[in-house]
């Protein structure tokens, strides 16, 4: 049987080995190490925010070694996974389809978003459990003639305490995550590597291969070598992966960026809902109820109980303009997004307002981003083949890095069914 490398086990990683266990003997490659939820108490934390001991929001991966914060040059704060399961263990479990950008290069995934239907389990149906305090806030968007629409979560909400820490990771494994697909792939006799870190290929240009996988693994340097390799590090850590091959991406990076508009509503309990039970589609953004930690935690104007705060998400769809370099995260805000990012505000004050919010009340967090992808966008060349023409034979990209345009939403179910699309792709060449 012949061998293939995955490096990555979030979304795309971990979807693309199980379906390529079949066909080859899969090894999997993940820097970080077994994902572990936050084990702290949320509310002893905040009573250390005046302290001054949370002073920058790249601490938190001291409290929580899963979640890794980086600043890009415009002191955007990017959030990403670094643990079996990648940023699936961070994500609120919600999954939208959202593939406008592959549509117009002529990619149908129908196919594949049904095969996902049948194997992860996604519903709408939660309604019954949403507080008094988001049915009001979904009233109040339906009157502004917002439109919300449940989300659909990867959840099982017979097994959810409602515990609103979706973030931090699930306790009670209601919460579907990637590292599910894993365990699946180990079972059929995948090897699951932790704490190794690929840092390059070796790429041989006589045959146009990927003939080594360098890797630090333990604090020493170790290779290895298959027939496919498949890269799925993420949008930020592919690129500088093919960066240090000597393989050249776009400047096309885009984040998501989201900004939460707070405030302070007595006894709101948003700490304890269900994070994003819906969500609002606008012109290059989406707006959703969501309890903000980073911003809690660091931000001073959030310095209020947990429980006496209301929050509204703007997910921005920003410009495809900026990088992932190996030195920095080069990442700015262009005009049109902060003309977006301002009608965002505007709508989410309109929606406290409707609850009763006086501005004076009202409170914005910090920008940050956890969405990154686009370096090296699929084209319409590339709807049969998913490869571009600068990678070696043997390579493929499975995460984000491929999509062309920001969705401005969740992408993991998106993500999910570009990965399976891609297996079939590399089960049927790599195996002729």
């Given at each position: 049987m012949k061998k293939a490398i995955v490096i990555g086990s979030g979304a795309g990683g971990a979807m693309i080995a199980k379906e390529l266990q079949d066909h080859f003997q899969v090894t999997i490659l993940e820097a970080g190490g077994e994902f572990q939820p936050f084990a702290f108490s949320v509310d002893k934390l905040a009573g250390l925010r005046k302290?001054?001991?949370?002073?920058?929001?790249?601490?938190?991966?001291?409290?929580?070694?899963?979640?890794?914060?980086?600043?890009?040059?415009?002191?955007?704060v990017m959030v990403h996974g670094r643990?079996?399961?990648?940023?699936?263990?961070?994500?609120?479990?919600?999954?939208?389809?959202?593939?406008?950008?592959?549509?117009?290069?002529?990619?149908?995934?129908?196919?594949?978003?049904?095969?996902?239907?049948?194997?992860?389990?996604?519903?709408?149906?939660?309604?019954?459990?949403?507080?008094?305090?988001?049915?009001?806030?979904?009233?109040?968007?339906?009157?502004?003639?917002?439109?919300?629409?449940?989300?659909?979560?990867?959840?099982?909400?017979?097994?959810?305490?409602?515990?609103?820490?979706?973030?931090?990771?699930?306790?009670?494994?209601?919460?579907?995550?990637?590292r599910r697909l894993l365990t699946e792939s180990i079972e059929?006799?995948?090897?699951?590597?932790?704490?190794?870190?690929?840092?390059?290929?070796?790429?041989?240009?006589?045959?146009?291969?990927?003939?080594t996988v360098y890797a630090k693994e333990g604090g020493k340097q170790t290779t290895y070598s298959a027939d496919l390799v498949v890269l799925a590090a993420g949008g930020l850590g592919t690129p500088i992966v093919l960066e240090h091959s000597g393989i050249t991406c776009e400047a096309t990076l885009f984040v998501d960026p989201v900004l939460c508009v707070a405030a302070q509503v007595p006894e709101a309990g948003q700490d304890h809902h269900i994070p994003m039970p819906f969500v609002m589609q606008r012109d290059g953004y989406m707006l959703s109820p969501y309890m903000d930690y980073l911003s809690f935690f660091f931000n001073k104007s959030w310095r209020l109980p947990s429980r006496n705060i209301l929050s509204i998400m703007i997910k921005l769809s920003d410009s495809s303009f900026g990088a992932s370099r190996s030195s920095k995260i080069e990442k700015e805000l262009t005009l049109t997004d902060q003309e977006r990012l301002k009608a965002g505000v505007s709508d989410c004050k309109a929606i406290l307002g409707k609850m009763g919010v006086a501005e004076s009340d009202i409170f914005l967090g910090t920008l940050n981003a956890g969405h990154p992808?686009?370096?090296?966008?699929?084209?319409?060349?590339?709807?049969?083949?998913?490869?571009?023409?600068?990678?070696?034979?043997?390579?493929?990209?499975?995460?984000?890095?491929?999509?062309?345009?920001?969705?401005?939403?969740?992408?993991?179910?998106?993500?999910?069914?570009?990965?399976?699309?891609?297996?079939?792709?590399?089960?049927?060449?790599?195996?002729?």
């Open positions: 302290t001054g001991l949370f002073l920058d929001e790249r601490m938190i991966s001291m409290l929580f070694p899963a979640m890794r914060v980086q600043k890009a040059t415009s002191d955007m643990c079996t399961g990648g940023t699936t263990t961070l994500a609120t479990g919600s999954a939208l389809r959202y593939d406008k950008g592959l549509l117009k290069l002529g990619i149908h995934l129908d196919e594949e978003f049904e095969e996902l239907a049948q194997e992860v389990p996604l519903s709408t149906d939660h309604e019954k459990y949403w507080s008094s305090q988001t049915k009001a806030l979904f009233d109040a968007c339906v009157q502004l003639g917002f439109q919300p629409a449940p989300t659909g979560k990867l959840v099982d909400f017979d097994r959810c305490v409602h515990c609103g820490r979706c973030v931090l990771g699930c306790r009670t494994g209601a919460k579907w995550d990637s059929k006799g995948a090897v699951l590597k932790t704490n190794c870190k690929v840092t390059k290929l070796g790429i041989d240009r006589n045959d146009n291969t990927v003939h992808g686009g370096m090296l966008p699929l084209t319409s060349e590339e709807q049969k083949s998913f490869h571009n023409r600068r990678l070696p034979e043997n390579l493929y990209i499975a995460d984000a890095t491929l999509l062309p345009e920001s969705m401005g939403n969740p992408p993991i179910w998106t993500i999910l069914a570009l990965a399976k699309r891609i297996a079939k792709v590399c089960t049927a060449t790599i195996t002729l």
